[in-house]
């Protein structure tokens, strides 16, 4: 069995990359299984089970740190001897102990946010503008301004759906409540109306010479005093 570690909490890439995977196992007609919670409770009849056709498969397990240790030790001692394709998905970084646990991967994939950019997401609530600015511009030469506008309009939209409809958010609960808790410092108006000036500064500069890192200095003097 081939095995491959996706973990990191940049939870937009991780996700992604899953995606990836599973679109990848469908279009080449695979078996797909993902596995988490109480569904890791029989994973030696799940992973040494045989289909009618001999189908590649594709398992993956969410959250390995919820799988027994036991199951978690079976796989180890088993993997070699396995049919099919391994992915174990953490939406937070795993740690060196649960990593030993785990068996060994043919490869492992890190999606770790940049600090900066999660301090800059954080801050861009009202009433926090100067200090909004002040990671603003200590992000300026570190990322590209198109990375800045579509990585914050991805988080307001989180924060929206927060706002409006947390069950529709497919995060762990402690990024819901946190998505919750920055979405209770706007109004819905504020929110809609902030992302609104993000699409336009997105059009601006994709029409114009208009740059955007000037909109967003704007947006934020403007929008969170």
Same mark, same amino acid.
């Given at each position: 069995?081939? /095995?491959? &570690?996706?973990?990191?909490?940049?939870?937009?890439?991780? %996700?992604?990359?899953?995606?990836?995977?599973?679109? $990848?196992?469908?279009?080449?007609?695979?078996?797909?299984?993902?596995? @988490?919670?109480?569904?890791?409770?029989?994973?030696?009849? $799940?992973?040494?089970?045989?289909?009618?056709?001999?189908?590649?498969?594709?398992?993956?397990?969410?959250?390995?740190?919820?799988?027994?240790?036991? *199951?978690?030790?079976?796989?180890?001692?088993?993997?070699?001897?396995?049919?099919?394709?391994? $992915? &174990?998905? =953490?939406?937070?970084?795993?740690?060196?102990?649960?990593?030993?646990?785990?068996?060994?991967?043919?490869?492992?994939?890190?999606?770790?946010?940049?600090?900066? &950019? %999660?301090?800059?997401?954080?801050?861009?609530?009202?009433?926090?503008?100067?200090?909004? !600015?002040?990671?603003? %511009?200590?992000?300026?030469?570190?990322?590209?301004?198109?990375? &800045?506008?579509?990585? !914050?309009?991805?988080?307001?939209?989180?924060?929206?759906?927060?706002?409006?409809?947390?069950? @529709?958010?497919?995060?762990?609960?402690?990024?819901?409540?946190?998505?919750?808790? *920055?979405?209770?410092?706007? @109004?819905? /108006?504020? !929110?809609? *109306? /902030?992302? @609104?000036?993000?699409?336009?500064?997105?059009?601006?500069?994709?029409?114009? =010479?208009?740059?955007?890192?000037?909109?967003?200095?704007?947006?934020?003097?403007?929008?969170?005093?």
């Amino acid at each position: 069995m081939k /095995v491959i &570690i996706v973990h990191g909490d940049h939870i937009e890439e991780s %996700y992604e990359r899953i995606t990836k995977f599973i679109n $990848v196992a469908k279009n080449r007609g695979w078996k797909i299984e993902r596995l @988490s919670g109480k569904d890791t409770q029989n994973l030696p009849e $799940v992973l040494s089970a045989t289909t009618l056709f001999n189908d590649e498969r594709l398992f993956i397990i969410e959250d390995p740190a919820k799988t027994p240790k036991n *199951q978690l030790h079976w796989i180890k001692e088993k993997v070699k001897n396995l049919p099919g394709n391994l $992915v &174990i998905f =953490s939406e937070s970084e795993i740690g060196k102990r649960m990593l030993d646990m785990l068996p060994k991967a043919d490869k492992t994939e890190v999606f770790k946010f940049p600090k900066l &950019i %999660y301090k800059f997401l954080e801050s861009f609530y009202p009433g926090n503008a100067e200090a909004c !600015l002040r990671i603003l %511009y200590a992000l300026k030469d570190r990322h590209a301004q198109e990375y &800045i506008l579509a990585i !914050l309009g991805n988080h307001l939209r989180d924060v929206y759906l927060a706002k409006i409809a947390p069950d @529709s958010l497919n995060y762990p609960s402690w990024r819901i409540g946190k998505l919750k808790r *920055q979405a209770d410092k706007f @109004s819905e /108006v504020k !929110l809609n *109306q /902030v992302i @609104s000036y993000l699409a336009e500064a997105d059009f601006l500069s994709k029409t114009s =010479s208009h740059s955007i890192f000037d909109s967003l200095d704007l947006i934020i003097a403007t929008q969170l005093e």
